[in-house]
C-alpha cells in the first residue's frame, strides 16, 4: 500500500498565473491586485477552453515550472487534461497551483488553498510549498480528480437549472455557492427522486484485485479478482475519486488519498430522504450506513440500467449508461501549502 507522494519544494521565477476570465470571482479588482505583486507579464486571462490551451502551450513552451491556474475544479481538470495533451509532445510540463476562485473549490480546501493574493504574495516571499503528486481518474479520455453517476450529477444539474431560473428574479441570490446547492437538492432534486423507483448498477472489476473496505477504511474479506463483480443492485450513486472531498469541504470520499495505486470507488443505495437524513456524516467523511459500499480499484466497468447524470469535476457531462473508471497513466503534481499536515 502506497499513499500519496508529496515533497517540499521552494518557489521560483518560473511561474505564471492563468485565470479563467469567465469565473464569476475573477473580477477586474481581483486582477488588478494579482498584477501588483506578479508582473503582469505572467499573468493571462483566458476567454475560452481553446484560448486557455493556446495560453498553457505557450507556458510550457517557454519553460514554465508552475501554473497557478484560477477558476473552480471545472478549470483545474481542463488545465489538467491539456497539461496531460502537451506531455505527448513535451517531456517536461508544469506543476498545478490552485487559485480558489471557483464555487465548490474541493481541490482548493483539499491542497489549503486560501485567498488568491494571499497565496500568490506567499509564493513570491518564497516559502516554503509542497509538491503531491496525485493519480486521477479516467473515463472516456479524460482525467479528473473526482466524479460520478446519480444523485451528486442530478443535485448539479438541477443547480444549473435554478440559475438559469432566477434570472431576473429578487430571489437569484439565493441561489449561488453552497446556499443554491442545497435549494436545488431540498426543492427539486430530492421530491423529483422521492417519485422514482431506484435503478439498478452492476459494478466489475477489471483491473488489479479491489479491496473491499470497512467503516474506518480498513480491508474487509478476500481481495476481487478481475472479472469478478463488486457489486450489484440498487444504487443512488457510484462515485469515484483519487482526492478526498467534493465541493464545499464534503469529504464524500474519505480514503481516496490513501494509496497510490488505486482510487476510492463508492456506490451507495440510498434514498433521497435518506441521503439528506445522511448529509452531515457523509460531509465529515464519517457516514456508516448499509447502502454504502467502498472500494479501493484501479479499473472497473459500470453499467446502469438506465441513463444516469453524470459530473466530472463538478461539471455536468449529460448521461450515461455505462462507463469505464481507471486509472490515468500519468499523476499529475499539485502545489500545496506546507504546513498544512496532510
Known amino acids: 500500500m502506497t499513499a500519496l507522494a508529496s515533497t517540499y519544494r521552494l518557489p521560483d521565477e518560473r511561474y505564471a498565473v492563468v485565470l479563467n476570465a469567465n469565473a464569476g ?13 506578479v508582473p ?10 481553446e484560448h486557455a490551451r493556446d495560453v498553457l502551450r505557450s507556458c510550457v513552451e517557454s519553460g514554465v515550472r508552475t501554473v497557478f491556474a484560477g477558476g473552480g475544479d471545472g478549470t483545474i481538470v481542463g488545465v489538467i487534461n491539456t497539461l496531460d ?22 481541490l482548493a480546501h483539499w491542497l489549503g488553498s486560501g485567498l488568491p493574493v ?14 503531491v503528486t496525485v493519480p486521477m481518474v479516467e473515463a472516456e479520455g479524460t482525467l479528473f480528480p473526482f466524479g460520478g453517476l446519480g444523485h451528486d450529477a442530478a443535485v448539479l444539474n438541477d443547480y444549473n437549472r435554478l440559475k438559469k431560473a432566477s434570472r431576473g428574479r429578487w430571489w437569484r441570490p439565493l441561489t449561488f455557492g453552497l446556499l443554491g446547492y442545497l435549494l436545488a437538492a431540498f426543492t427539486r432534486t430530492i421530491p423529483n427522486y422521492l417519485l422514482r423507483d431506484p435503478v439498478r448498477v452492476r459494478v466489475i472489476n477489471l483491473g488489479a484485485p479491489a479491496v473491499r473496505l470497512g467503516t474506518r477504511g480498513e480491508a474487509l474479506g478476500p481481495p476481487v479478482s478481475a472479472g469478478e463483480l463488486l457489486y450489484e443492485g440498487p444504487a443512488s450513486m457510484v462515485g469515484c475519486a483519487t482526492t478526498p472531498m467534493f465541493g464545499y469541504g464534503m469529504r464524500m470520499f474519505p480514503w481516496a488519498d490513501v494509496r497510490g495505486d488505486r482510487f476510492q470507488l463508492r456506490v451507495l443505495n440510498m434514498g433521497a430522504v435518506q441521503s439528506a437524513a445522511n448529509l452531515w456524516p457523509a460531509w465529515q467523511g464519517r457516514l456508516d450506513h448499509p447502502g454504502r459500499h467502498d472500494f479501493h480499484v484501479d479499473r472497473v466497468r459500470v453499467v446502469f440500467d438506465g441513463a444516469m447524470p453524470y459530473q466530472v469535476g463538478g461539471e455536468a457531462q449529460g448521461y450515461r449508461k455505462e462507463l469505464v473508471f481507471g486509472l490515468g497513466a500519468h499523476a499529475v503534481t499539485l502545489i500545496a501549502r506546507a504546513q498544512d499536515g496532510r
Do not use: C, K, Y
Request: a positive charge.
Open 85 to 106: 495533451e502537451l506531455r505527448r509532445s513535451h517531456p517536461q510540463v508544469p506543476e498545478v497551483a490552485i487559485l480558489r476562485l471557483g464555487t465548490g473549490n474541493a
Open 118 to 131: 494571499a497565496d500568490l504574495a506567499r509564493w513570491r516571499s518564497g516559502a516554503v510549498h509542497r509538491a
Open 25 to 37: 470571482r475573477v473580477t477586474e479588482e481581483l486582477t488588478a491586485s494579482i498584477r501588483m505583486i
Open 40 to 49: 503582469p507579464e505572467r499573468v493571462f486571462l483566458t476567454r475560452s477552453p
